[in-house]
Structure formats: structure tokens, C-alpha cells
């Protein structure tokens, strides 16, 4: 039988079930129901789960369909994250579907305009580009792709055309976090996981407004409360947030200068020896900022220069308060969860600064212990599942691996079945690189997925210089600052609108089902990227051939029949999301991260790697890592075994890192210190939320927040328009005073989701050298009033 | 009640479709078509509580100006019913969830003066349920909603709400669950 | 290769539950989710194995009615009788 005729009689026989369905089959099951007046509301409503398209926690929502579209949405309450809680924008996360000006059809620039044309001619466009500057042409990929959309942009850029230039937007978020884990325990993501938050009596948040940035893990931990659990929180910050506000203490800092603030904090522990010595034995070792090993004493030494007092002279914090935190981390009866988000990743030295965390806590024990955990948050929603464990950076490879490493270049491109030496063995351009190198022309071309870099890279007007001269191609949902300057633009589908897997905070990954189709001609980026290779393999381009010369992204059914998946039609036929997930996950097992089959996500609310079989053949997730008895990579016996140590000894690593000023202070010329971040309503760049009225009316545009005394100082109140510049460019914005937060003296906050005020033209593009993780939080400005 | 002039007012309708007619194209190229919110709020009770919801059981948002930070002074007025004049509050039905602003946002929240961008989008949300079933004409109705999240019948039933179409004919009788059944198909 | 329009019931409010363990199956595809019925197309080799995968089906945790509602099987060719055939059951 033809797959037409086939793709005709499925579809005949589900029309023919639904019509009667829908004609009122009388069934057993609703036998007896009441009849009466009023439809019932749920009529013909039906629900399924998916994570929340938005931030690192990973809500599990219920989505609501009927008709084809989406019309409800709930929190999951047998999702172990959220319990049915759900925050604004997610409970709203629906409405990011309909927005009226939403991509439907694909587009080429022809004349200085986006014209709409045939995805055929889109696709021959973008495989002909790619092959021509096949070894200058990049993909900027996302946290927010799914893991088989990342896996697939791996597979192809760097097992097809041999180039590393794959980096994701979560460069901009994660890499400090991934570097500080690599380097303290010799793997990426966090030991710990939401269930300390349930242990812990105390939380201590380092620059993190998680109030506003993971409001259902803030409201998870604060309201323990309400059962009169006796729990503290300690804040961290140089600004008084929402959760501050909740804060038992409040800590505000000089920026950068939390570099000194967790080295006071070690000095404090070994001088007053509250320190766990059994622990820093058996499990810590010691080493210099240059990599050479250190003794305790000579660790103890080095934290000579930050004693409490020196400290805060620097920090601006007083004695007590550093005294305070040394007896928190002190006291060995007190489970401590340290969290952190973008104030230490968004850093010049946020390498450092996730290590001087885990220093904090692997000197006072306080970690692998229920309720007592160093927790890096994560930003995005697949920052974890997708850029860090498929590898979607210039340097990785699938499942811990690097290109840098022969052998794992071997085993990445046996399993893919690549020729032998297709994957290039120098690590490619990261995020802000890879837009220099745009500007300069060393790069002739992007693929930019599911982000936004025209709006939220740093220094705006010299990263994003001369993008509009290179091919871009862009795909993505709405038109957005990027679109603006693409060649190409690609309607992409949306969240439940395809099948998709995505992993969280707490390395729970969780999947979800299509269920509603995308409109018009939009389609699954991960369809785009195979019909893009299949067409460069048809135009004979050697990189898509695979060692036997057939095409090297074929998708196979069981009997190992190829299937066209990249003719649309026969995509939406078949689940390649269960396909590709099956051969990333034999990819996994090398670093522990062991992920299970694909039907074991389908039937859970997500589940924590390692996940393993036990002898009754069942799949079971770990909740803690390196912990006997929790972690399956850990003998009996071992009680907490960080197995994968660089030395191979079962050891973490305290790094001796100094404090060192930021490489743009205040001064003369620029008094003031600038932080941006985000607000509870907008996600990111906010092209799906500003689209979403409820969220789009709650926070209608940007402002730049003063402080009060500052703005008395000025001159300046609430809607007056000030000029916020640096040495790089300016803006112009509506003062908010005494609103949401309450800035430092000195100091102003932006938030930097308003496309048509780009604070990003004003941000420092100067990153951390080891993560390469740029600093949003703090550069230097002038403040002018205008109005 | 502080009102600011100028505060937007949602469109009124069960659904929300499509809010205003100027279209905004979210892109560098165009200008943001922006508008000043309509009317003030009306005062007194609000009359159709349902619009401020995008979809039945969407957290309603706030139709009245908030100044604080954060959550911690919401119950002063929304911990119980209280009386402010002519109007009077909505009580909680969630009083253990004490991070208010996570889930209830306002309208053009911040200050006065400021200009708002509308967007058009098609969503057309749950329709709210009528009301309860009865197995004939003297049965007590059916619950039409779901519990979760409304477990205190007082906060919108009470004999002292605002909205007096919602209250309860009988409220000398407190042991609601007695006679009114759930009907477990709304429970989703 | 028969072709199957399929129409379940379910306990009440157990239709996510029941879809997710038929999706797991293969040759099944849930296609849709109602209140308290799926709707599903399946495809085997054979009427025999079209048989042996509904009875399989019908002993699916808090499946309560399994209906058959359209049956295509126009390429095996093996002259039998067309019985049911594509008739729409109101």
C-alpha cells in the first residue's frame, strides 16, 4: 500500500471513530449522570501534561485542549516540582500560542523586505548558503530548544559539516554554573534537587531574586510557614527585591565583591575550626588558582586577606552579618541550600564564584546531605537537558564529551556513523565570539534557533555590527529583533504544537506529546534542520554521507527502513522526537547521566538521571547525587563518592580563588553602577510574553528603578524620563521609584525584555575568561535627566 | 480604594479575544502603537469578575493599583472580607499560598502616565461554567467548578461578598459540602 | 495492512491515564483524547493480529469499552469476506 493511500485510511478511520464518538455513544462509564440544564464545562475538553515552555524550574502543567487549540491550562498536580502550583506566566503560557502576528510562512529578504516564499526554495537556500561557507557558517541554539532539536543541530553541524561553531544562548546564562561544577567535581549539574528546599531550615540566596525568577521554588520553601516550620532566609543582593522582602536578612553587598564574601566566610570556618574536618579529609582537596595542590594551612593562609573586617571594608557588608553567615555555615545541626542564579553566573569571574559556593559548603559539610546542598539554578527551561548534556557548545559533544579528546571525537562519530575524522577536532566560536567574528566576517553565516541574539547579547551596537551584511537565517514563532535582520526567516511550531523533551533544574527531564497542530506553514525545527541536510546530501555535499554513503540524519524505523522524515508529510507521521531521543540516549551513560527509554517519560511527571533498572527490571531516578544508597554509582560503603574527580580519587576540589575588582567600576566620568535582569511577567526578550495581554498589561514596558534617595537627589520621580549611558551607548527610560525594588545608592536597575529601549546597547560585553559568560549585572553609567 | 486615573480597563466578555484594534508589531522596525488605558475602573463592586480571568480557573488579575513589593500586605485587606466604604474585599479562598504576586499580577501596575502597547492575540479561553445541575427543580445544585483551589465556599458565597449575585441564599447553614455534591468531571 | 478506527471508554476522568499506557504500545496510536473516550487508529499485518492487539487492548487498566468503528483491510487481498467495511456506526 502507497503512504498516501495509508496517510488517507488512518485518517479515514480516526474521522470515522471521533464522528462517533462525538454523536453521543452512550458508554457505562457515564451512566446514571445527572441530566440537566447547562452544558458541562469540560465538555469535550481534553487534557494532557507537558512541562512549562518558560524558566528552569519545570513546572509540570496540564494543558487544556478543545477544538483543536489550547484553552485552559492548570498546574499538574502529581508533578513532584510544582504540586499544582503554577506561576503567572504559566499559568498563561497558552496564550504565548496566539499572539496575532505569529510566523506562518517561511520568508526570504528580497529588496530590503521579507518576502513569503516555498519552504522548498527556503530550504534549498539555506542548504546551498551552508555548504558554500560550510566550514564559516554557525548555529546560535537555545535552552529553550528541545533535547532532540539541539541533538539534531549537533549531529549535523558538527558531525556533517566538520565545524564546532554550535553554541547556545545558555553561554549567556549557564557557563559559569557548568565551568564551577566541572572544575569542583569533575561534572556538570547540581548533587542536590528540590527536595532539600522540603529538608532545609535555611536558604541562602546568592544575588537571586528568586521571587520573581522561580516563584513556585520560592513559594515551595516559604511557605513551609504556614505549617510553622521554623526556616530562614538569608539574602544576598545588591538590591532589595521581592525577596528581600521575605528575607529574615537582608545582606547588601558592593558588586563583585561576593568573591570576598564566600572567601570571608571559609576564613571564618577554619579560624573558628567549624569547620568538618572528617569531611574536608576523606573528601576535599585543596588547590592554587594556577592548579597546583595546597595544603590546609596554605589554604588557610591564602584566606588571610579576607578577614571580616578587611572584608567589609570591600563588600560594604558589616562585621556581624559576615559574622552571621560563618555561624550559619558553622553549625553543624543546621541544613543550609545555598541557591544562585545570574549574580554569580552573569559574571566576569563567575567561574570562581560557583566555586567559592561549593568551597562554603564543602568545608562545612553542607552537601549530599539531605536539606544541606549547593543548588545552581537554572535559567532555562532545557539549559540543562539540551545545552549541557547533549553538548550544544563550541568545545562538546554529546554526553560530557569534547571535541578536544580523540577518543570521544571516535565514539561521537561511530555512533553516528559519520566518516571517520568528520568531527573537528578545535573547539568553535562561544556566543559573543561567534557574533565578533560575524562582525568582522571571519563568520559568514548563522543559524539562529528558538532566541534572540539581536536583543539580548551585551554591548549591542558593536556585537551585533554588520549583522544585517551576513546571511542569517532565523528561526523562530514571532517577528522579533532578530528576524529584523535575517535573510531567511523560518516559522517555527511552538511548545505543544510538537512532540519535545525538555530537562530541568534538577536534571528531571520531562517530555510531552503534540497536541494542537502549528498554524499556517510553521514547522519543527527539528524538521527544518533535517530537510536543510537532506537537501545539501542531494546537492552531494561528502559531510552528509554517512560512512556507508547513505544519508547521514536518516531516521529508521524498528525493521531499519529509512523514513522520508524530511517530507513534512511523513515527519507529522511519525514520532521522531521517541526516534532521535533513543539514539541520544546511548550517549549519556558515559558520565552517569544515564537517561531512561523514552516510554518511561512518557508515563512519568518527569524523572532525575542517573536513572537506572533495578533487578526488578523497574526504571528508578536518583534524587541525590554521589550519595550511597540514593546515587547507583556509588558503593556500598562509600557514603559520598564524587566518582567523577579529574584525579580519580573520589574527591571535590576547593579552589583558592581571590577576589579581584570588575573590569568596569564606577567613576568619574560614569558614577553609577548599572544591573539588569528580568521581571516576574516577561520571559527573556518577551516576544512570546508581550503577546500574552494578561502578562503584557501587568508590565507594559521598561523603566530604569532608582534609588529613592538618588532620584531626591536628581530631581527625578516615577514616569520622568532619565538617559541611562556608557561608554558604549545609551537609552532613554521612564524612572520607577519606590516600585518594585529598591536599588543600592549608586546603583540602577533595568529590566531587559522592551525591544524598543535595547539596555543592551548599553551592558558590557566583557565576559568571564574561563566560562566566557558575559557580565550583564554591572558596568558603569551616567544617569541625565531629560524631561 | 485608590484608583489611578488613566488605569487601563480589560475588555470587557468572557473570552479574552482580541483586545483592541491597533495591532502592535512586536519588531525594531515599527513604532509601538501605544495608547493610553480607557476609563478608569468603574467604581464600585466589580461587575464581572470573570474578565478579569483569561480562562476559567486563571488566577483573576488585580483591578486595583498595588504599591507594595511584594506579597506581604495583600491579606490586610484580602485575609478576610472587609468593608471600605461602599465596597468591600474579596476574601482569599488560598490563604496558605502567601506569595500573592506570583500568580496575581496587576493591570498597567506601574506608575500613572504611562503608556500601554495592546497586543491582539485570538486566545479564546475555557468558558466558565453556568450553574449547578440539579436533579430536578427543590435539589441542591451541583457544584459546577472545581475544588481545588476553592475550597473555602465563603470567600465567594459568603452572605457578605461584594458581588451579591454570588451569595449563598442560606448562609445560616455552614456545612455547604452536606448537600451540595461535586460533581468529579469538573475536577480536572 | 488492515486499517482501524477504534473508539474507547474509560473510567470516568481515567482517559489521560489510559491514553498514556496505550501510546506505549505499538501499532496503536491514540489520536484523540475526549472526556472519558479515546479515539484510536491502529494498523497490523493481519486480521489475526488485528484480533489478538483488541484483546490485548480490552484488558488495558480502566479501559471499561472498546468499539470498533472502522475496519479497512482492502490490501490483503485474500478474497475474504468484506464484512464490516468503513460503515460509519452513529
Redesign the interface.
Known sequence: MSISRRIFLTRAARAAALAAVTASVPSLASAGA?????????DG?A?DKAPCRFCGTGCGV?V?T?NG?V????GD?DNPVNR?????KG??V??AL????RLTRPMLRKGGRLQPTSWDKAVDVVARAMMTDHDSFGIYGSGQWTITEGYTAMKMLKGGMGSNHLDPNARLCMASAVVGLVTSFGVDEPAGCYDDLDACDTVVCWGNNW?EMH??L??RF??R??KHEKITLIDISTR???SS??ADHYLEFVPHTDLAIANCICGQLLERGSWDKDFVASKVRFKANDGSDLSIDQYRDFLAAYTPDKVSKLSGLPVGQLEMLADVFGDPDRKVVSLWCMGVNQHTRGTWMNNLIYNVHLLSGKICKPGSTPFSLTGQPSACGTCREVGTLAHALPGGRVVKNAEHRQQTEDMWNTRPGAINATPGYHAVAMFRALASGDLKGVWVQVTNP?HSMPNLNETLANASDRFVVVSDV????T??VADVVLPSAMWVEKNGVFGNSERRTQQWFKQVEPPGEARDDVWQMLAVAHRMYELGFEGMKARDGRFLLAIRDEEGREIETWRWEVFQRVNVDRVLFEEYRAFTTKKHKDIAPYQEYVKAHGLRWPVVQDDKGEWKETARRFVENEDPYVENGAGVDFYMAKAGDGKAIAWARPYEPPPESPDEEYPVWLCTGRV??HWHTA?MT????????????S?VELNPDDATEMGVS??DKVRIESRRGSVVL?A?V?????PARGSVFVPFFE??RLINAVTLDEYCPMSKEPDYKKCAVRLEKVS | MRRAPGE?Q?RPGRA?A??LSV?V?????A??AAEKGGAALEAGPVADPERLR??????P?IPHVV?S????ECATCHGDVRELGERSTVETPHP????C???????????????????????????????G???HDWAPP?V??RF?FRENCNSCHGSDNARVAMRGPHPERSSCLQCHAF?????? | MPVSGLVVSTK??KAPAVAERLRALDRVQVTDLL?DSLVLVTETDSREADKALWSMLESVEDLVELSLIYHNFEDLGDGSDPGLCGEERA
Open positions: 445527572i441530566t440537566g440544564p447547562s452544558a458541562e464545562p469540560t475538553l487534557w496540564m487544556g478543545k487549540r484553552v485552559a491550562i492548570q498536580r499544582g502550583l503554577l506561576c503567572v499559568y498563561h497558552g496564550m496566539y499572539g496575532a502576528d521571587a516563584p513556585v520560592f513559594s516559604v511557605d510557614r504556614n532589595y527585591t521581592r522582602e521575605a539581536a514571532y517577528p522579533t529583533a528576524t529584523a516576574l511577567e516576544t508581550r503577546r500574552v495581554p494578561v502578562l503584557n498589561n501587568a508590565m507594559p514596558r523603566y516615577s514616569g521612564p520607577w519606590r516600585g518594585r525594588s529598591r525591544e524598543t | 487601563g480589560l479574552w482580541a483586545l495591532a508589531t512586536l519588531s525594531c522596525a513604532a509601538v483569561a480562562f476559567y480557573t486563571a488566577p488579575a504599591t513589593m511584594g506579597s506581604g496558605e499560598l502567601r506569595n504576586s506570583q500568580c496575581h499580577v496587576g493591570v498597567q501596575s506601574l506608575n500613572e502616565g504611562l503608556e500601554v502597547a495592546q497586543v491582539v492575540n485570538s486566545w479564546r479561553g475555557l468558558e466558565f461554567p453556568g450553574e445541575r440539579r436533579a451541583v459546577p467548578h481545588f460533581d468529579m468531571g469538573a475536577e480536572f | 470516568k476522568g472526556r
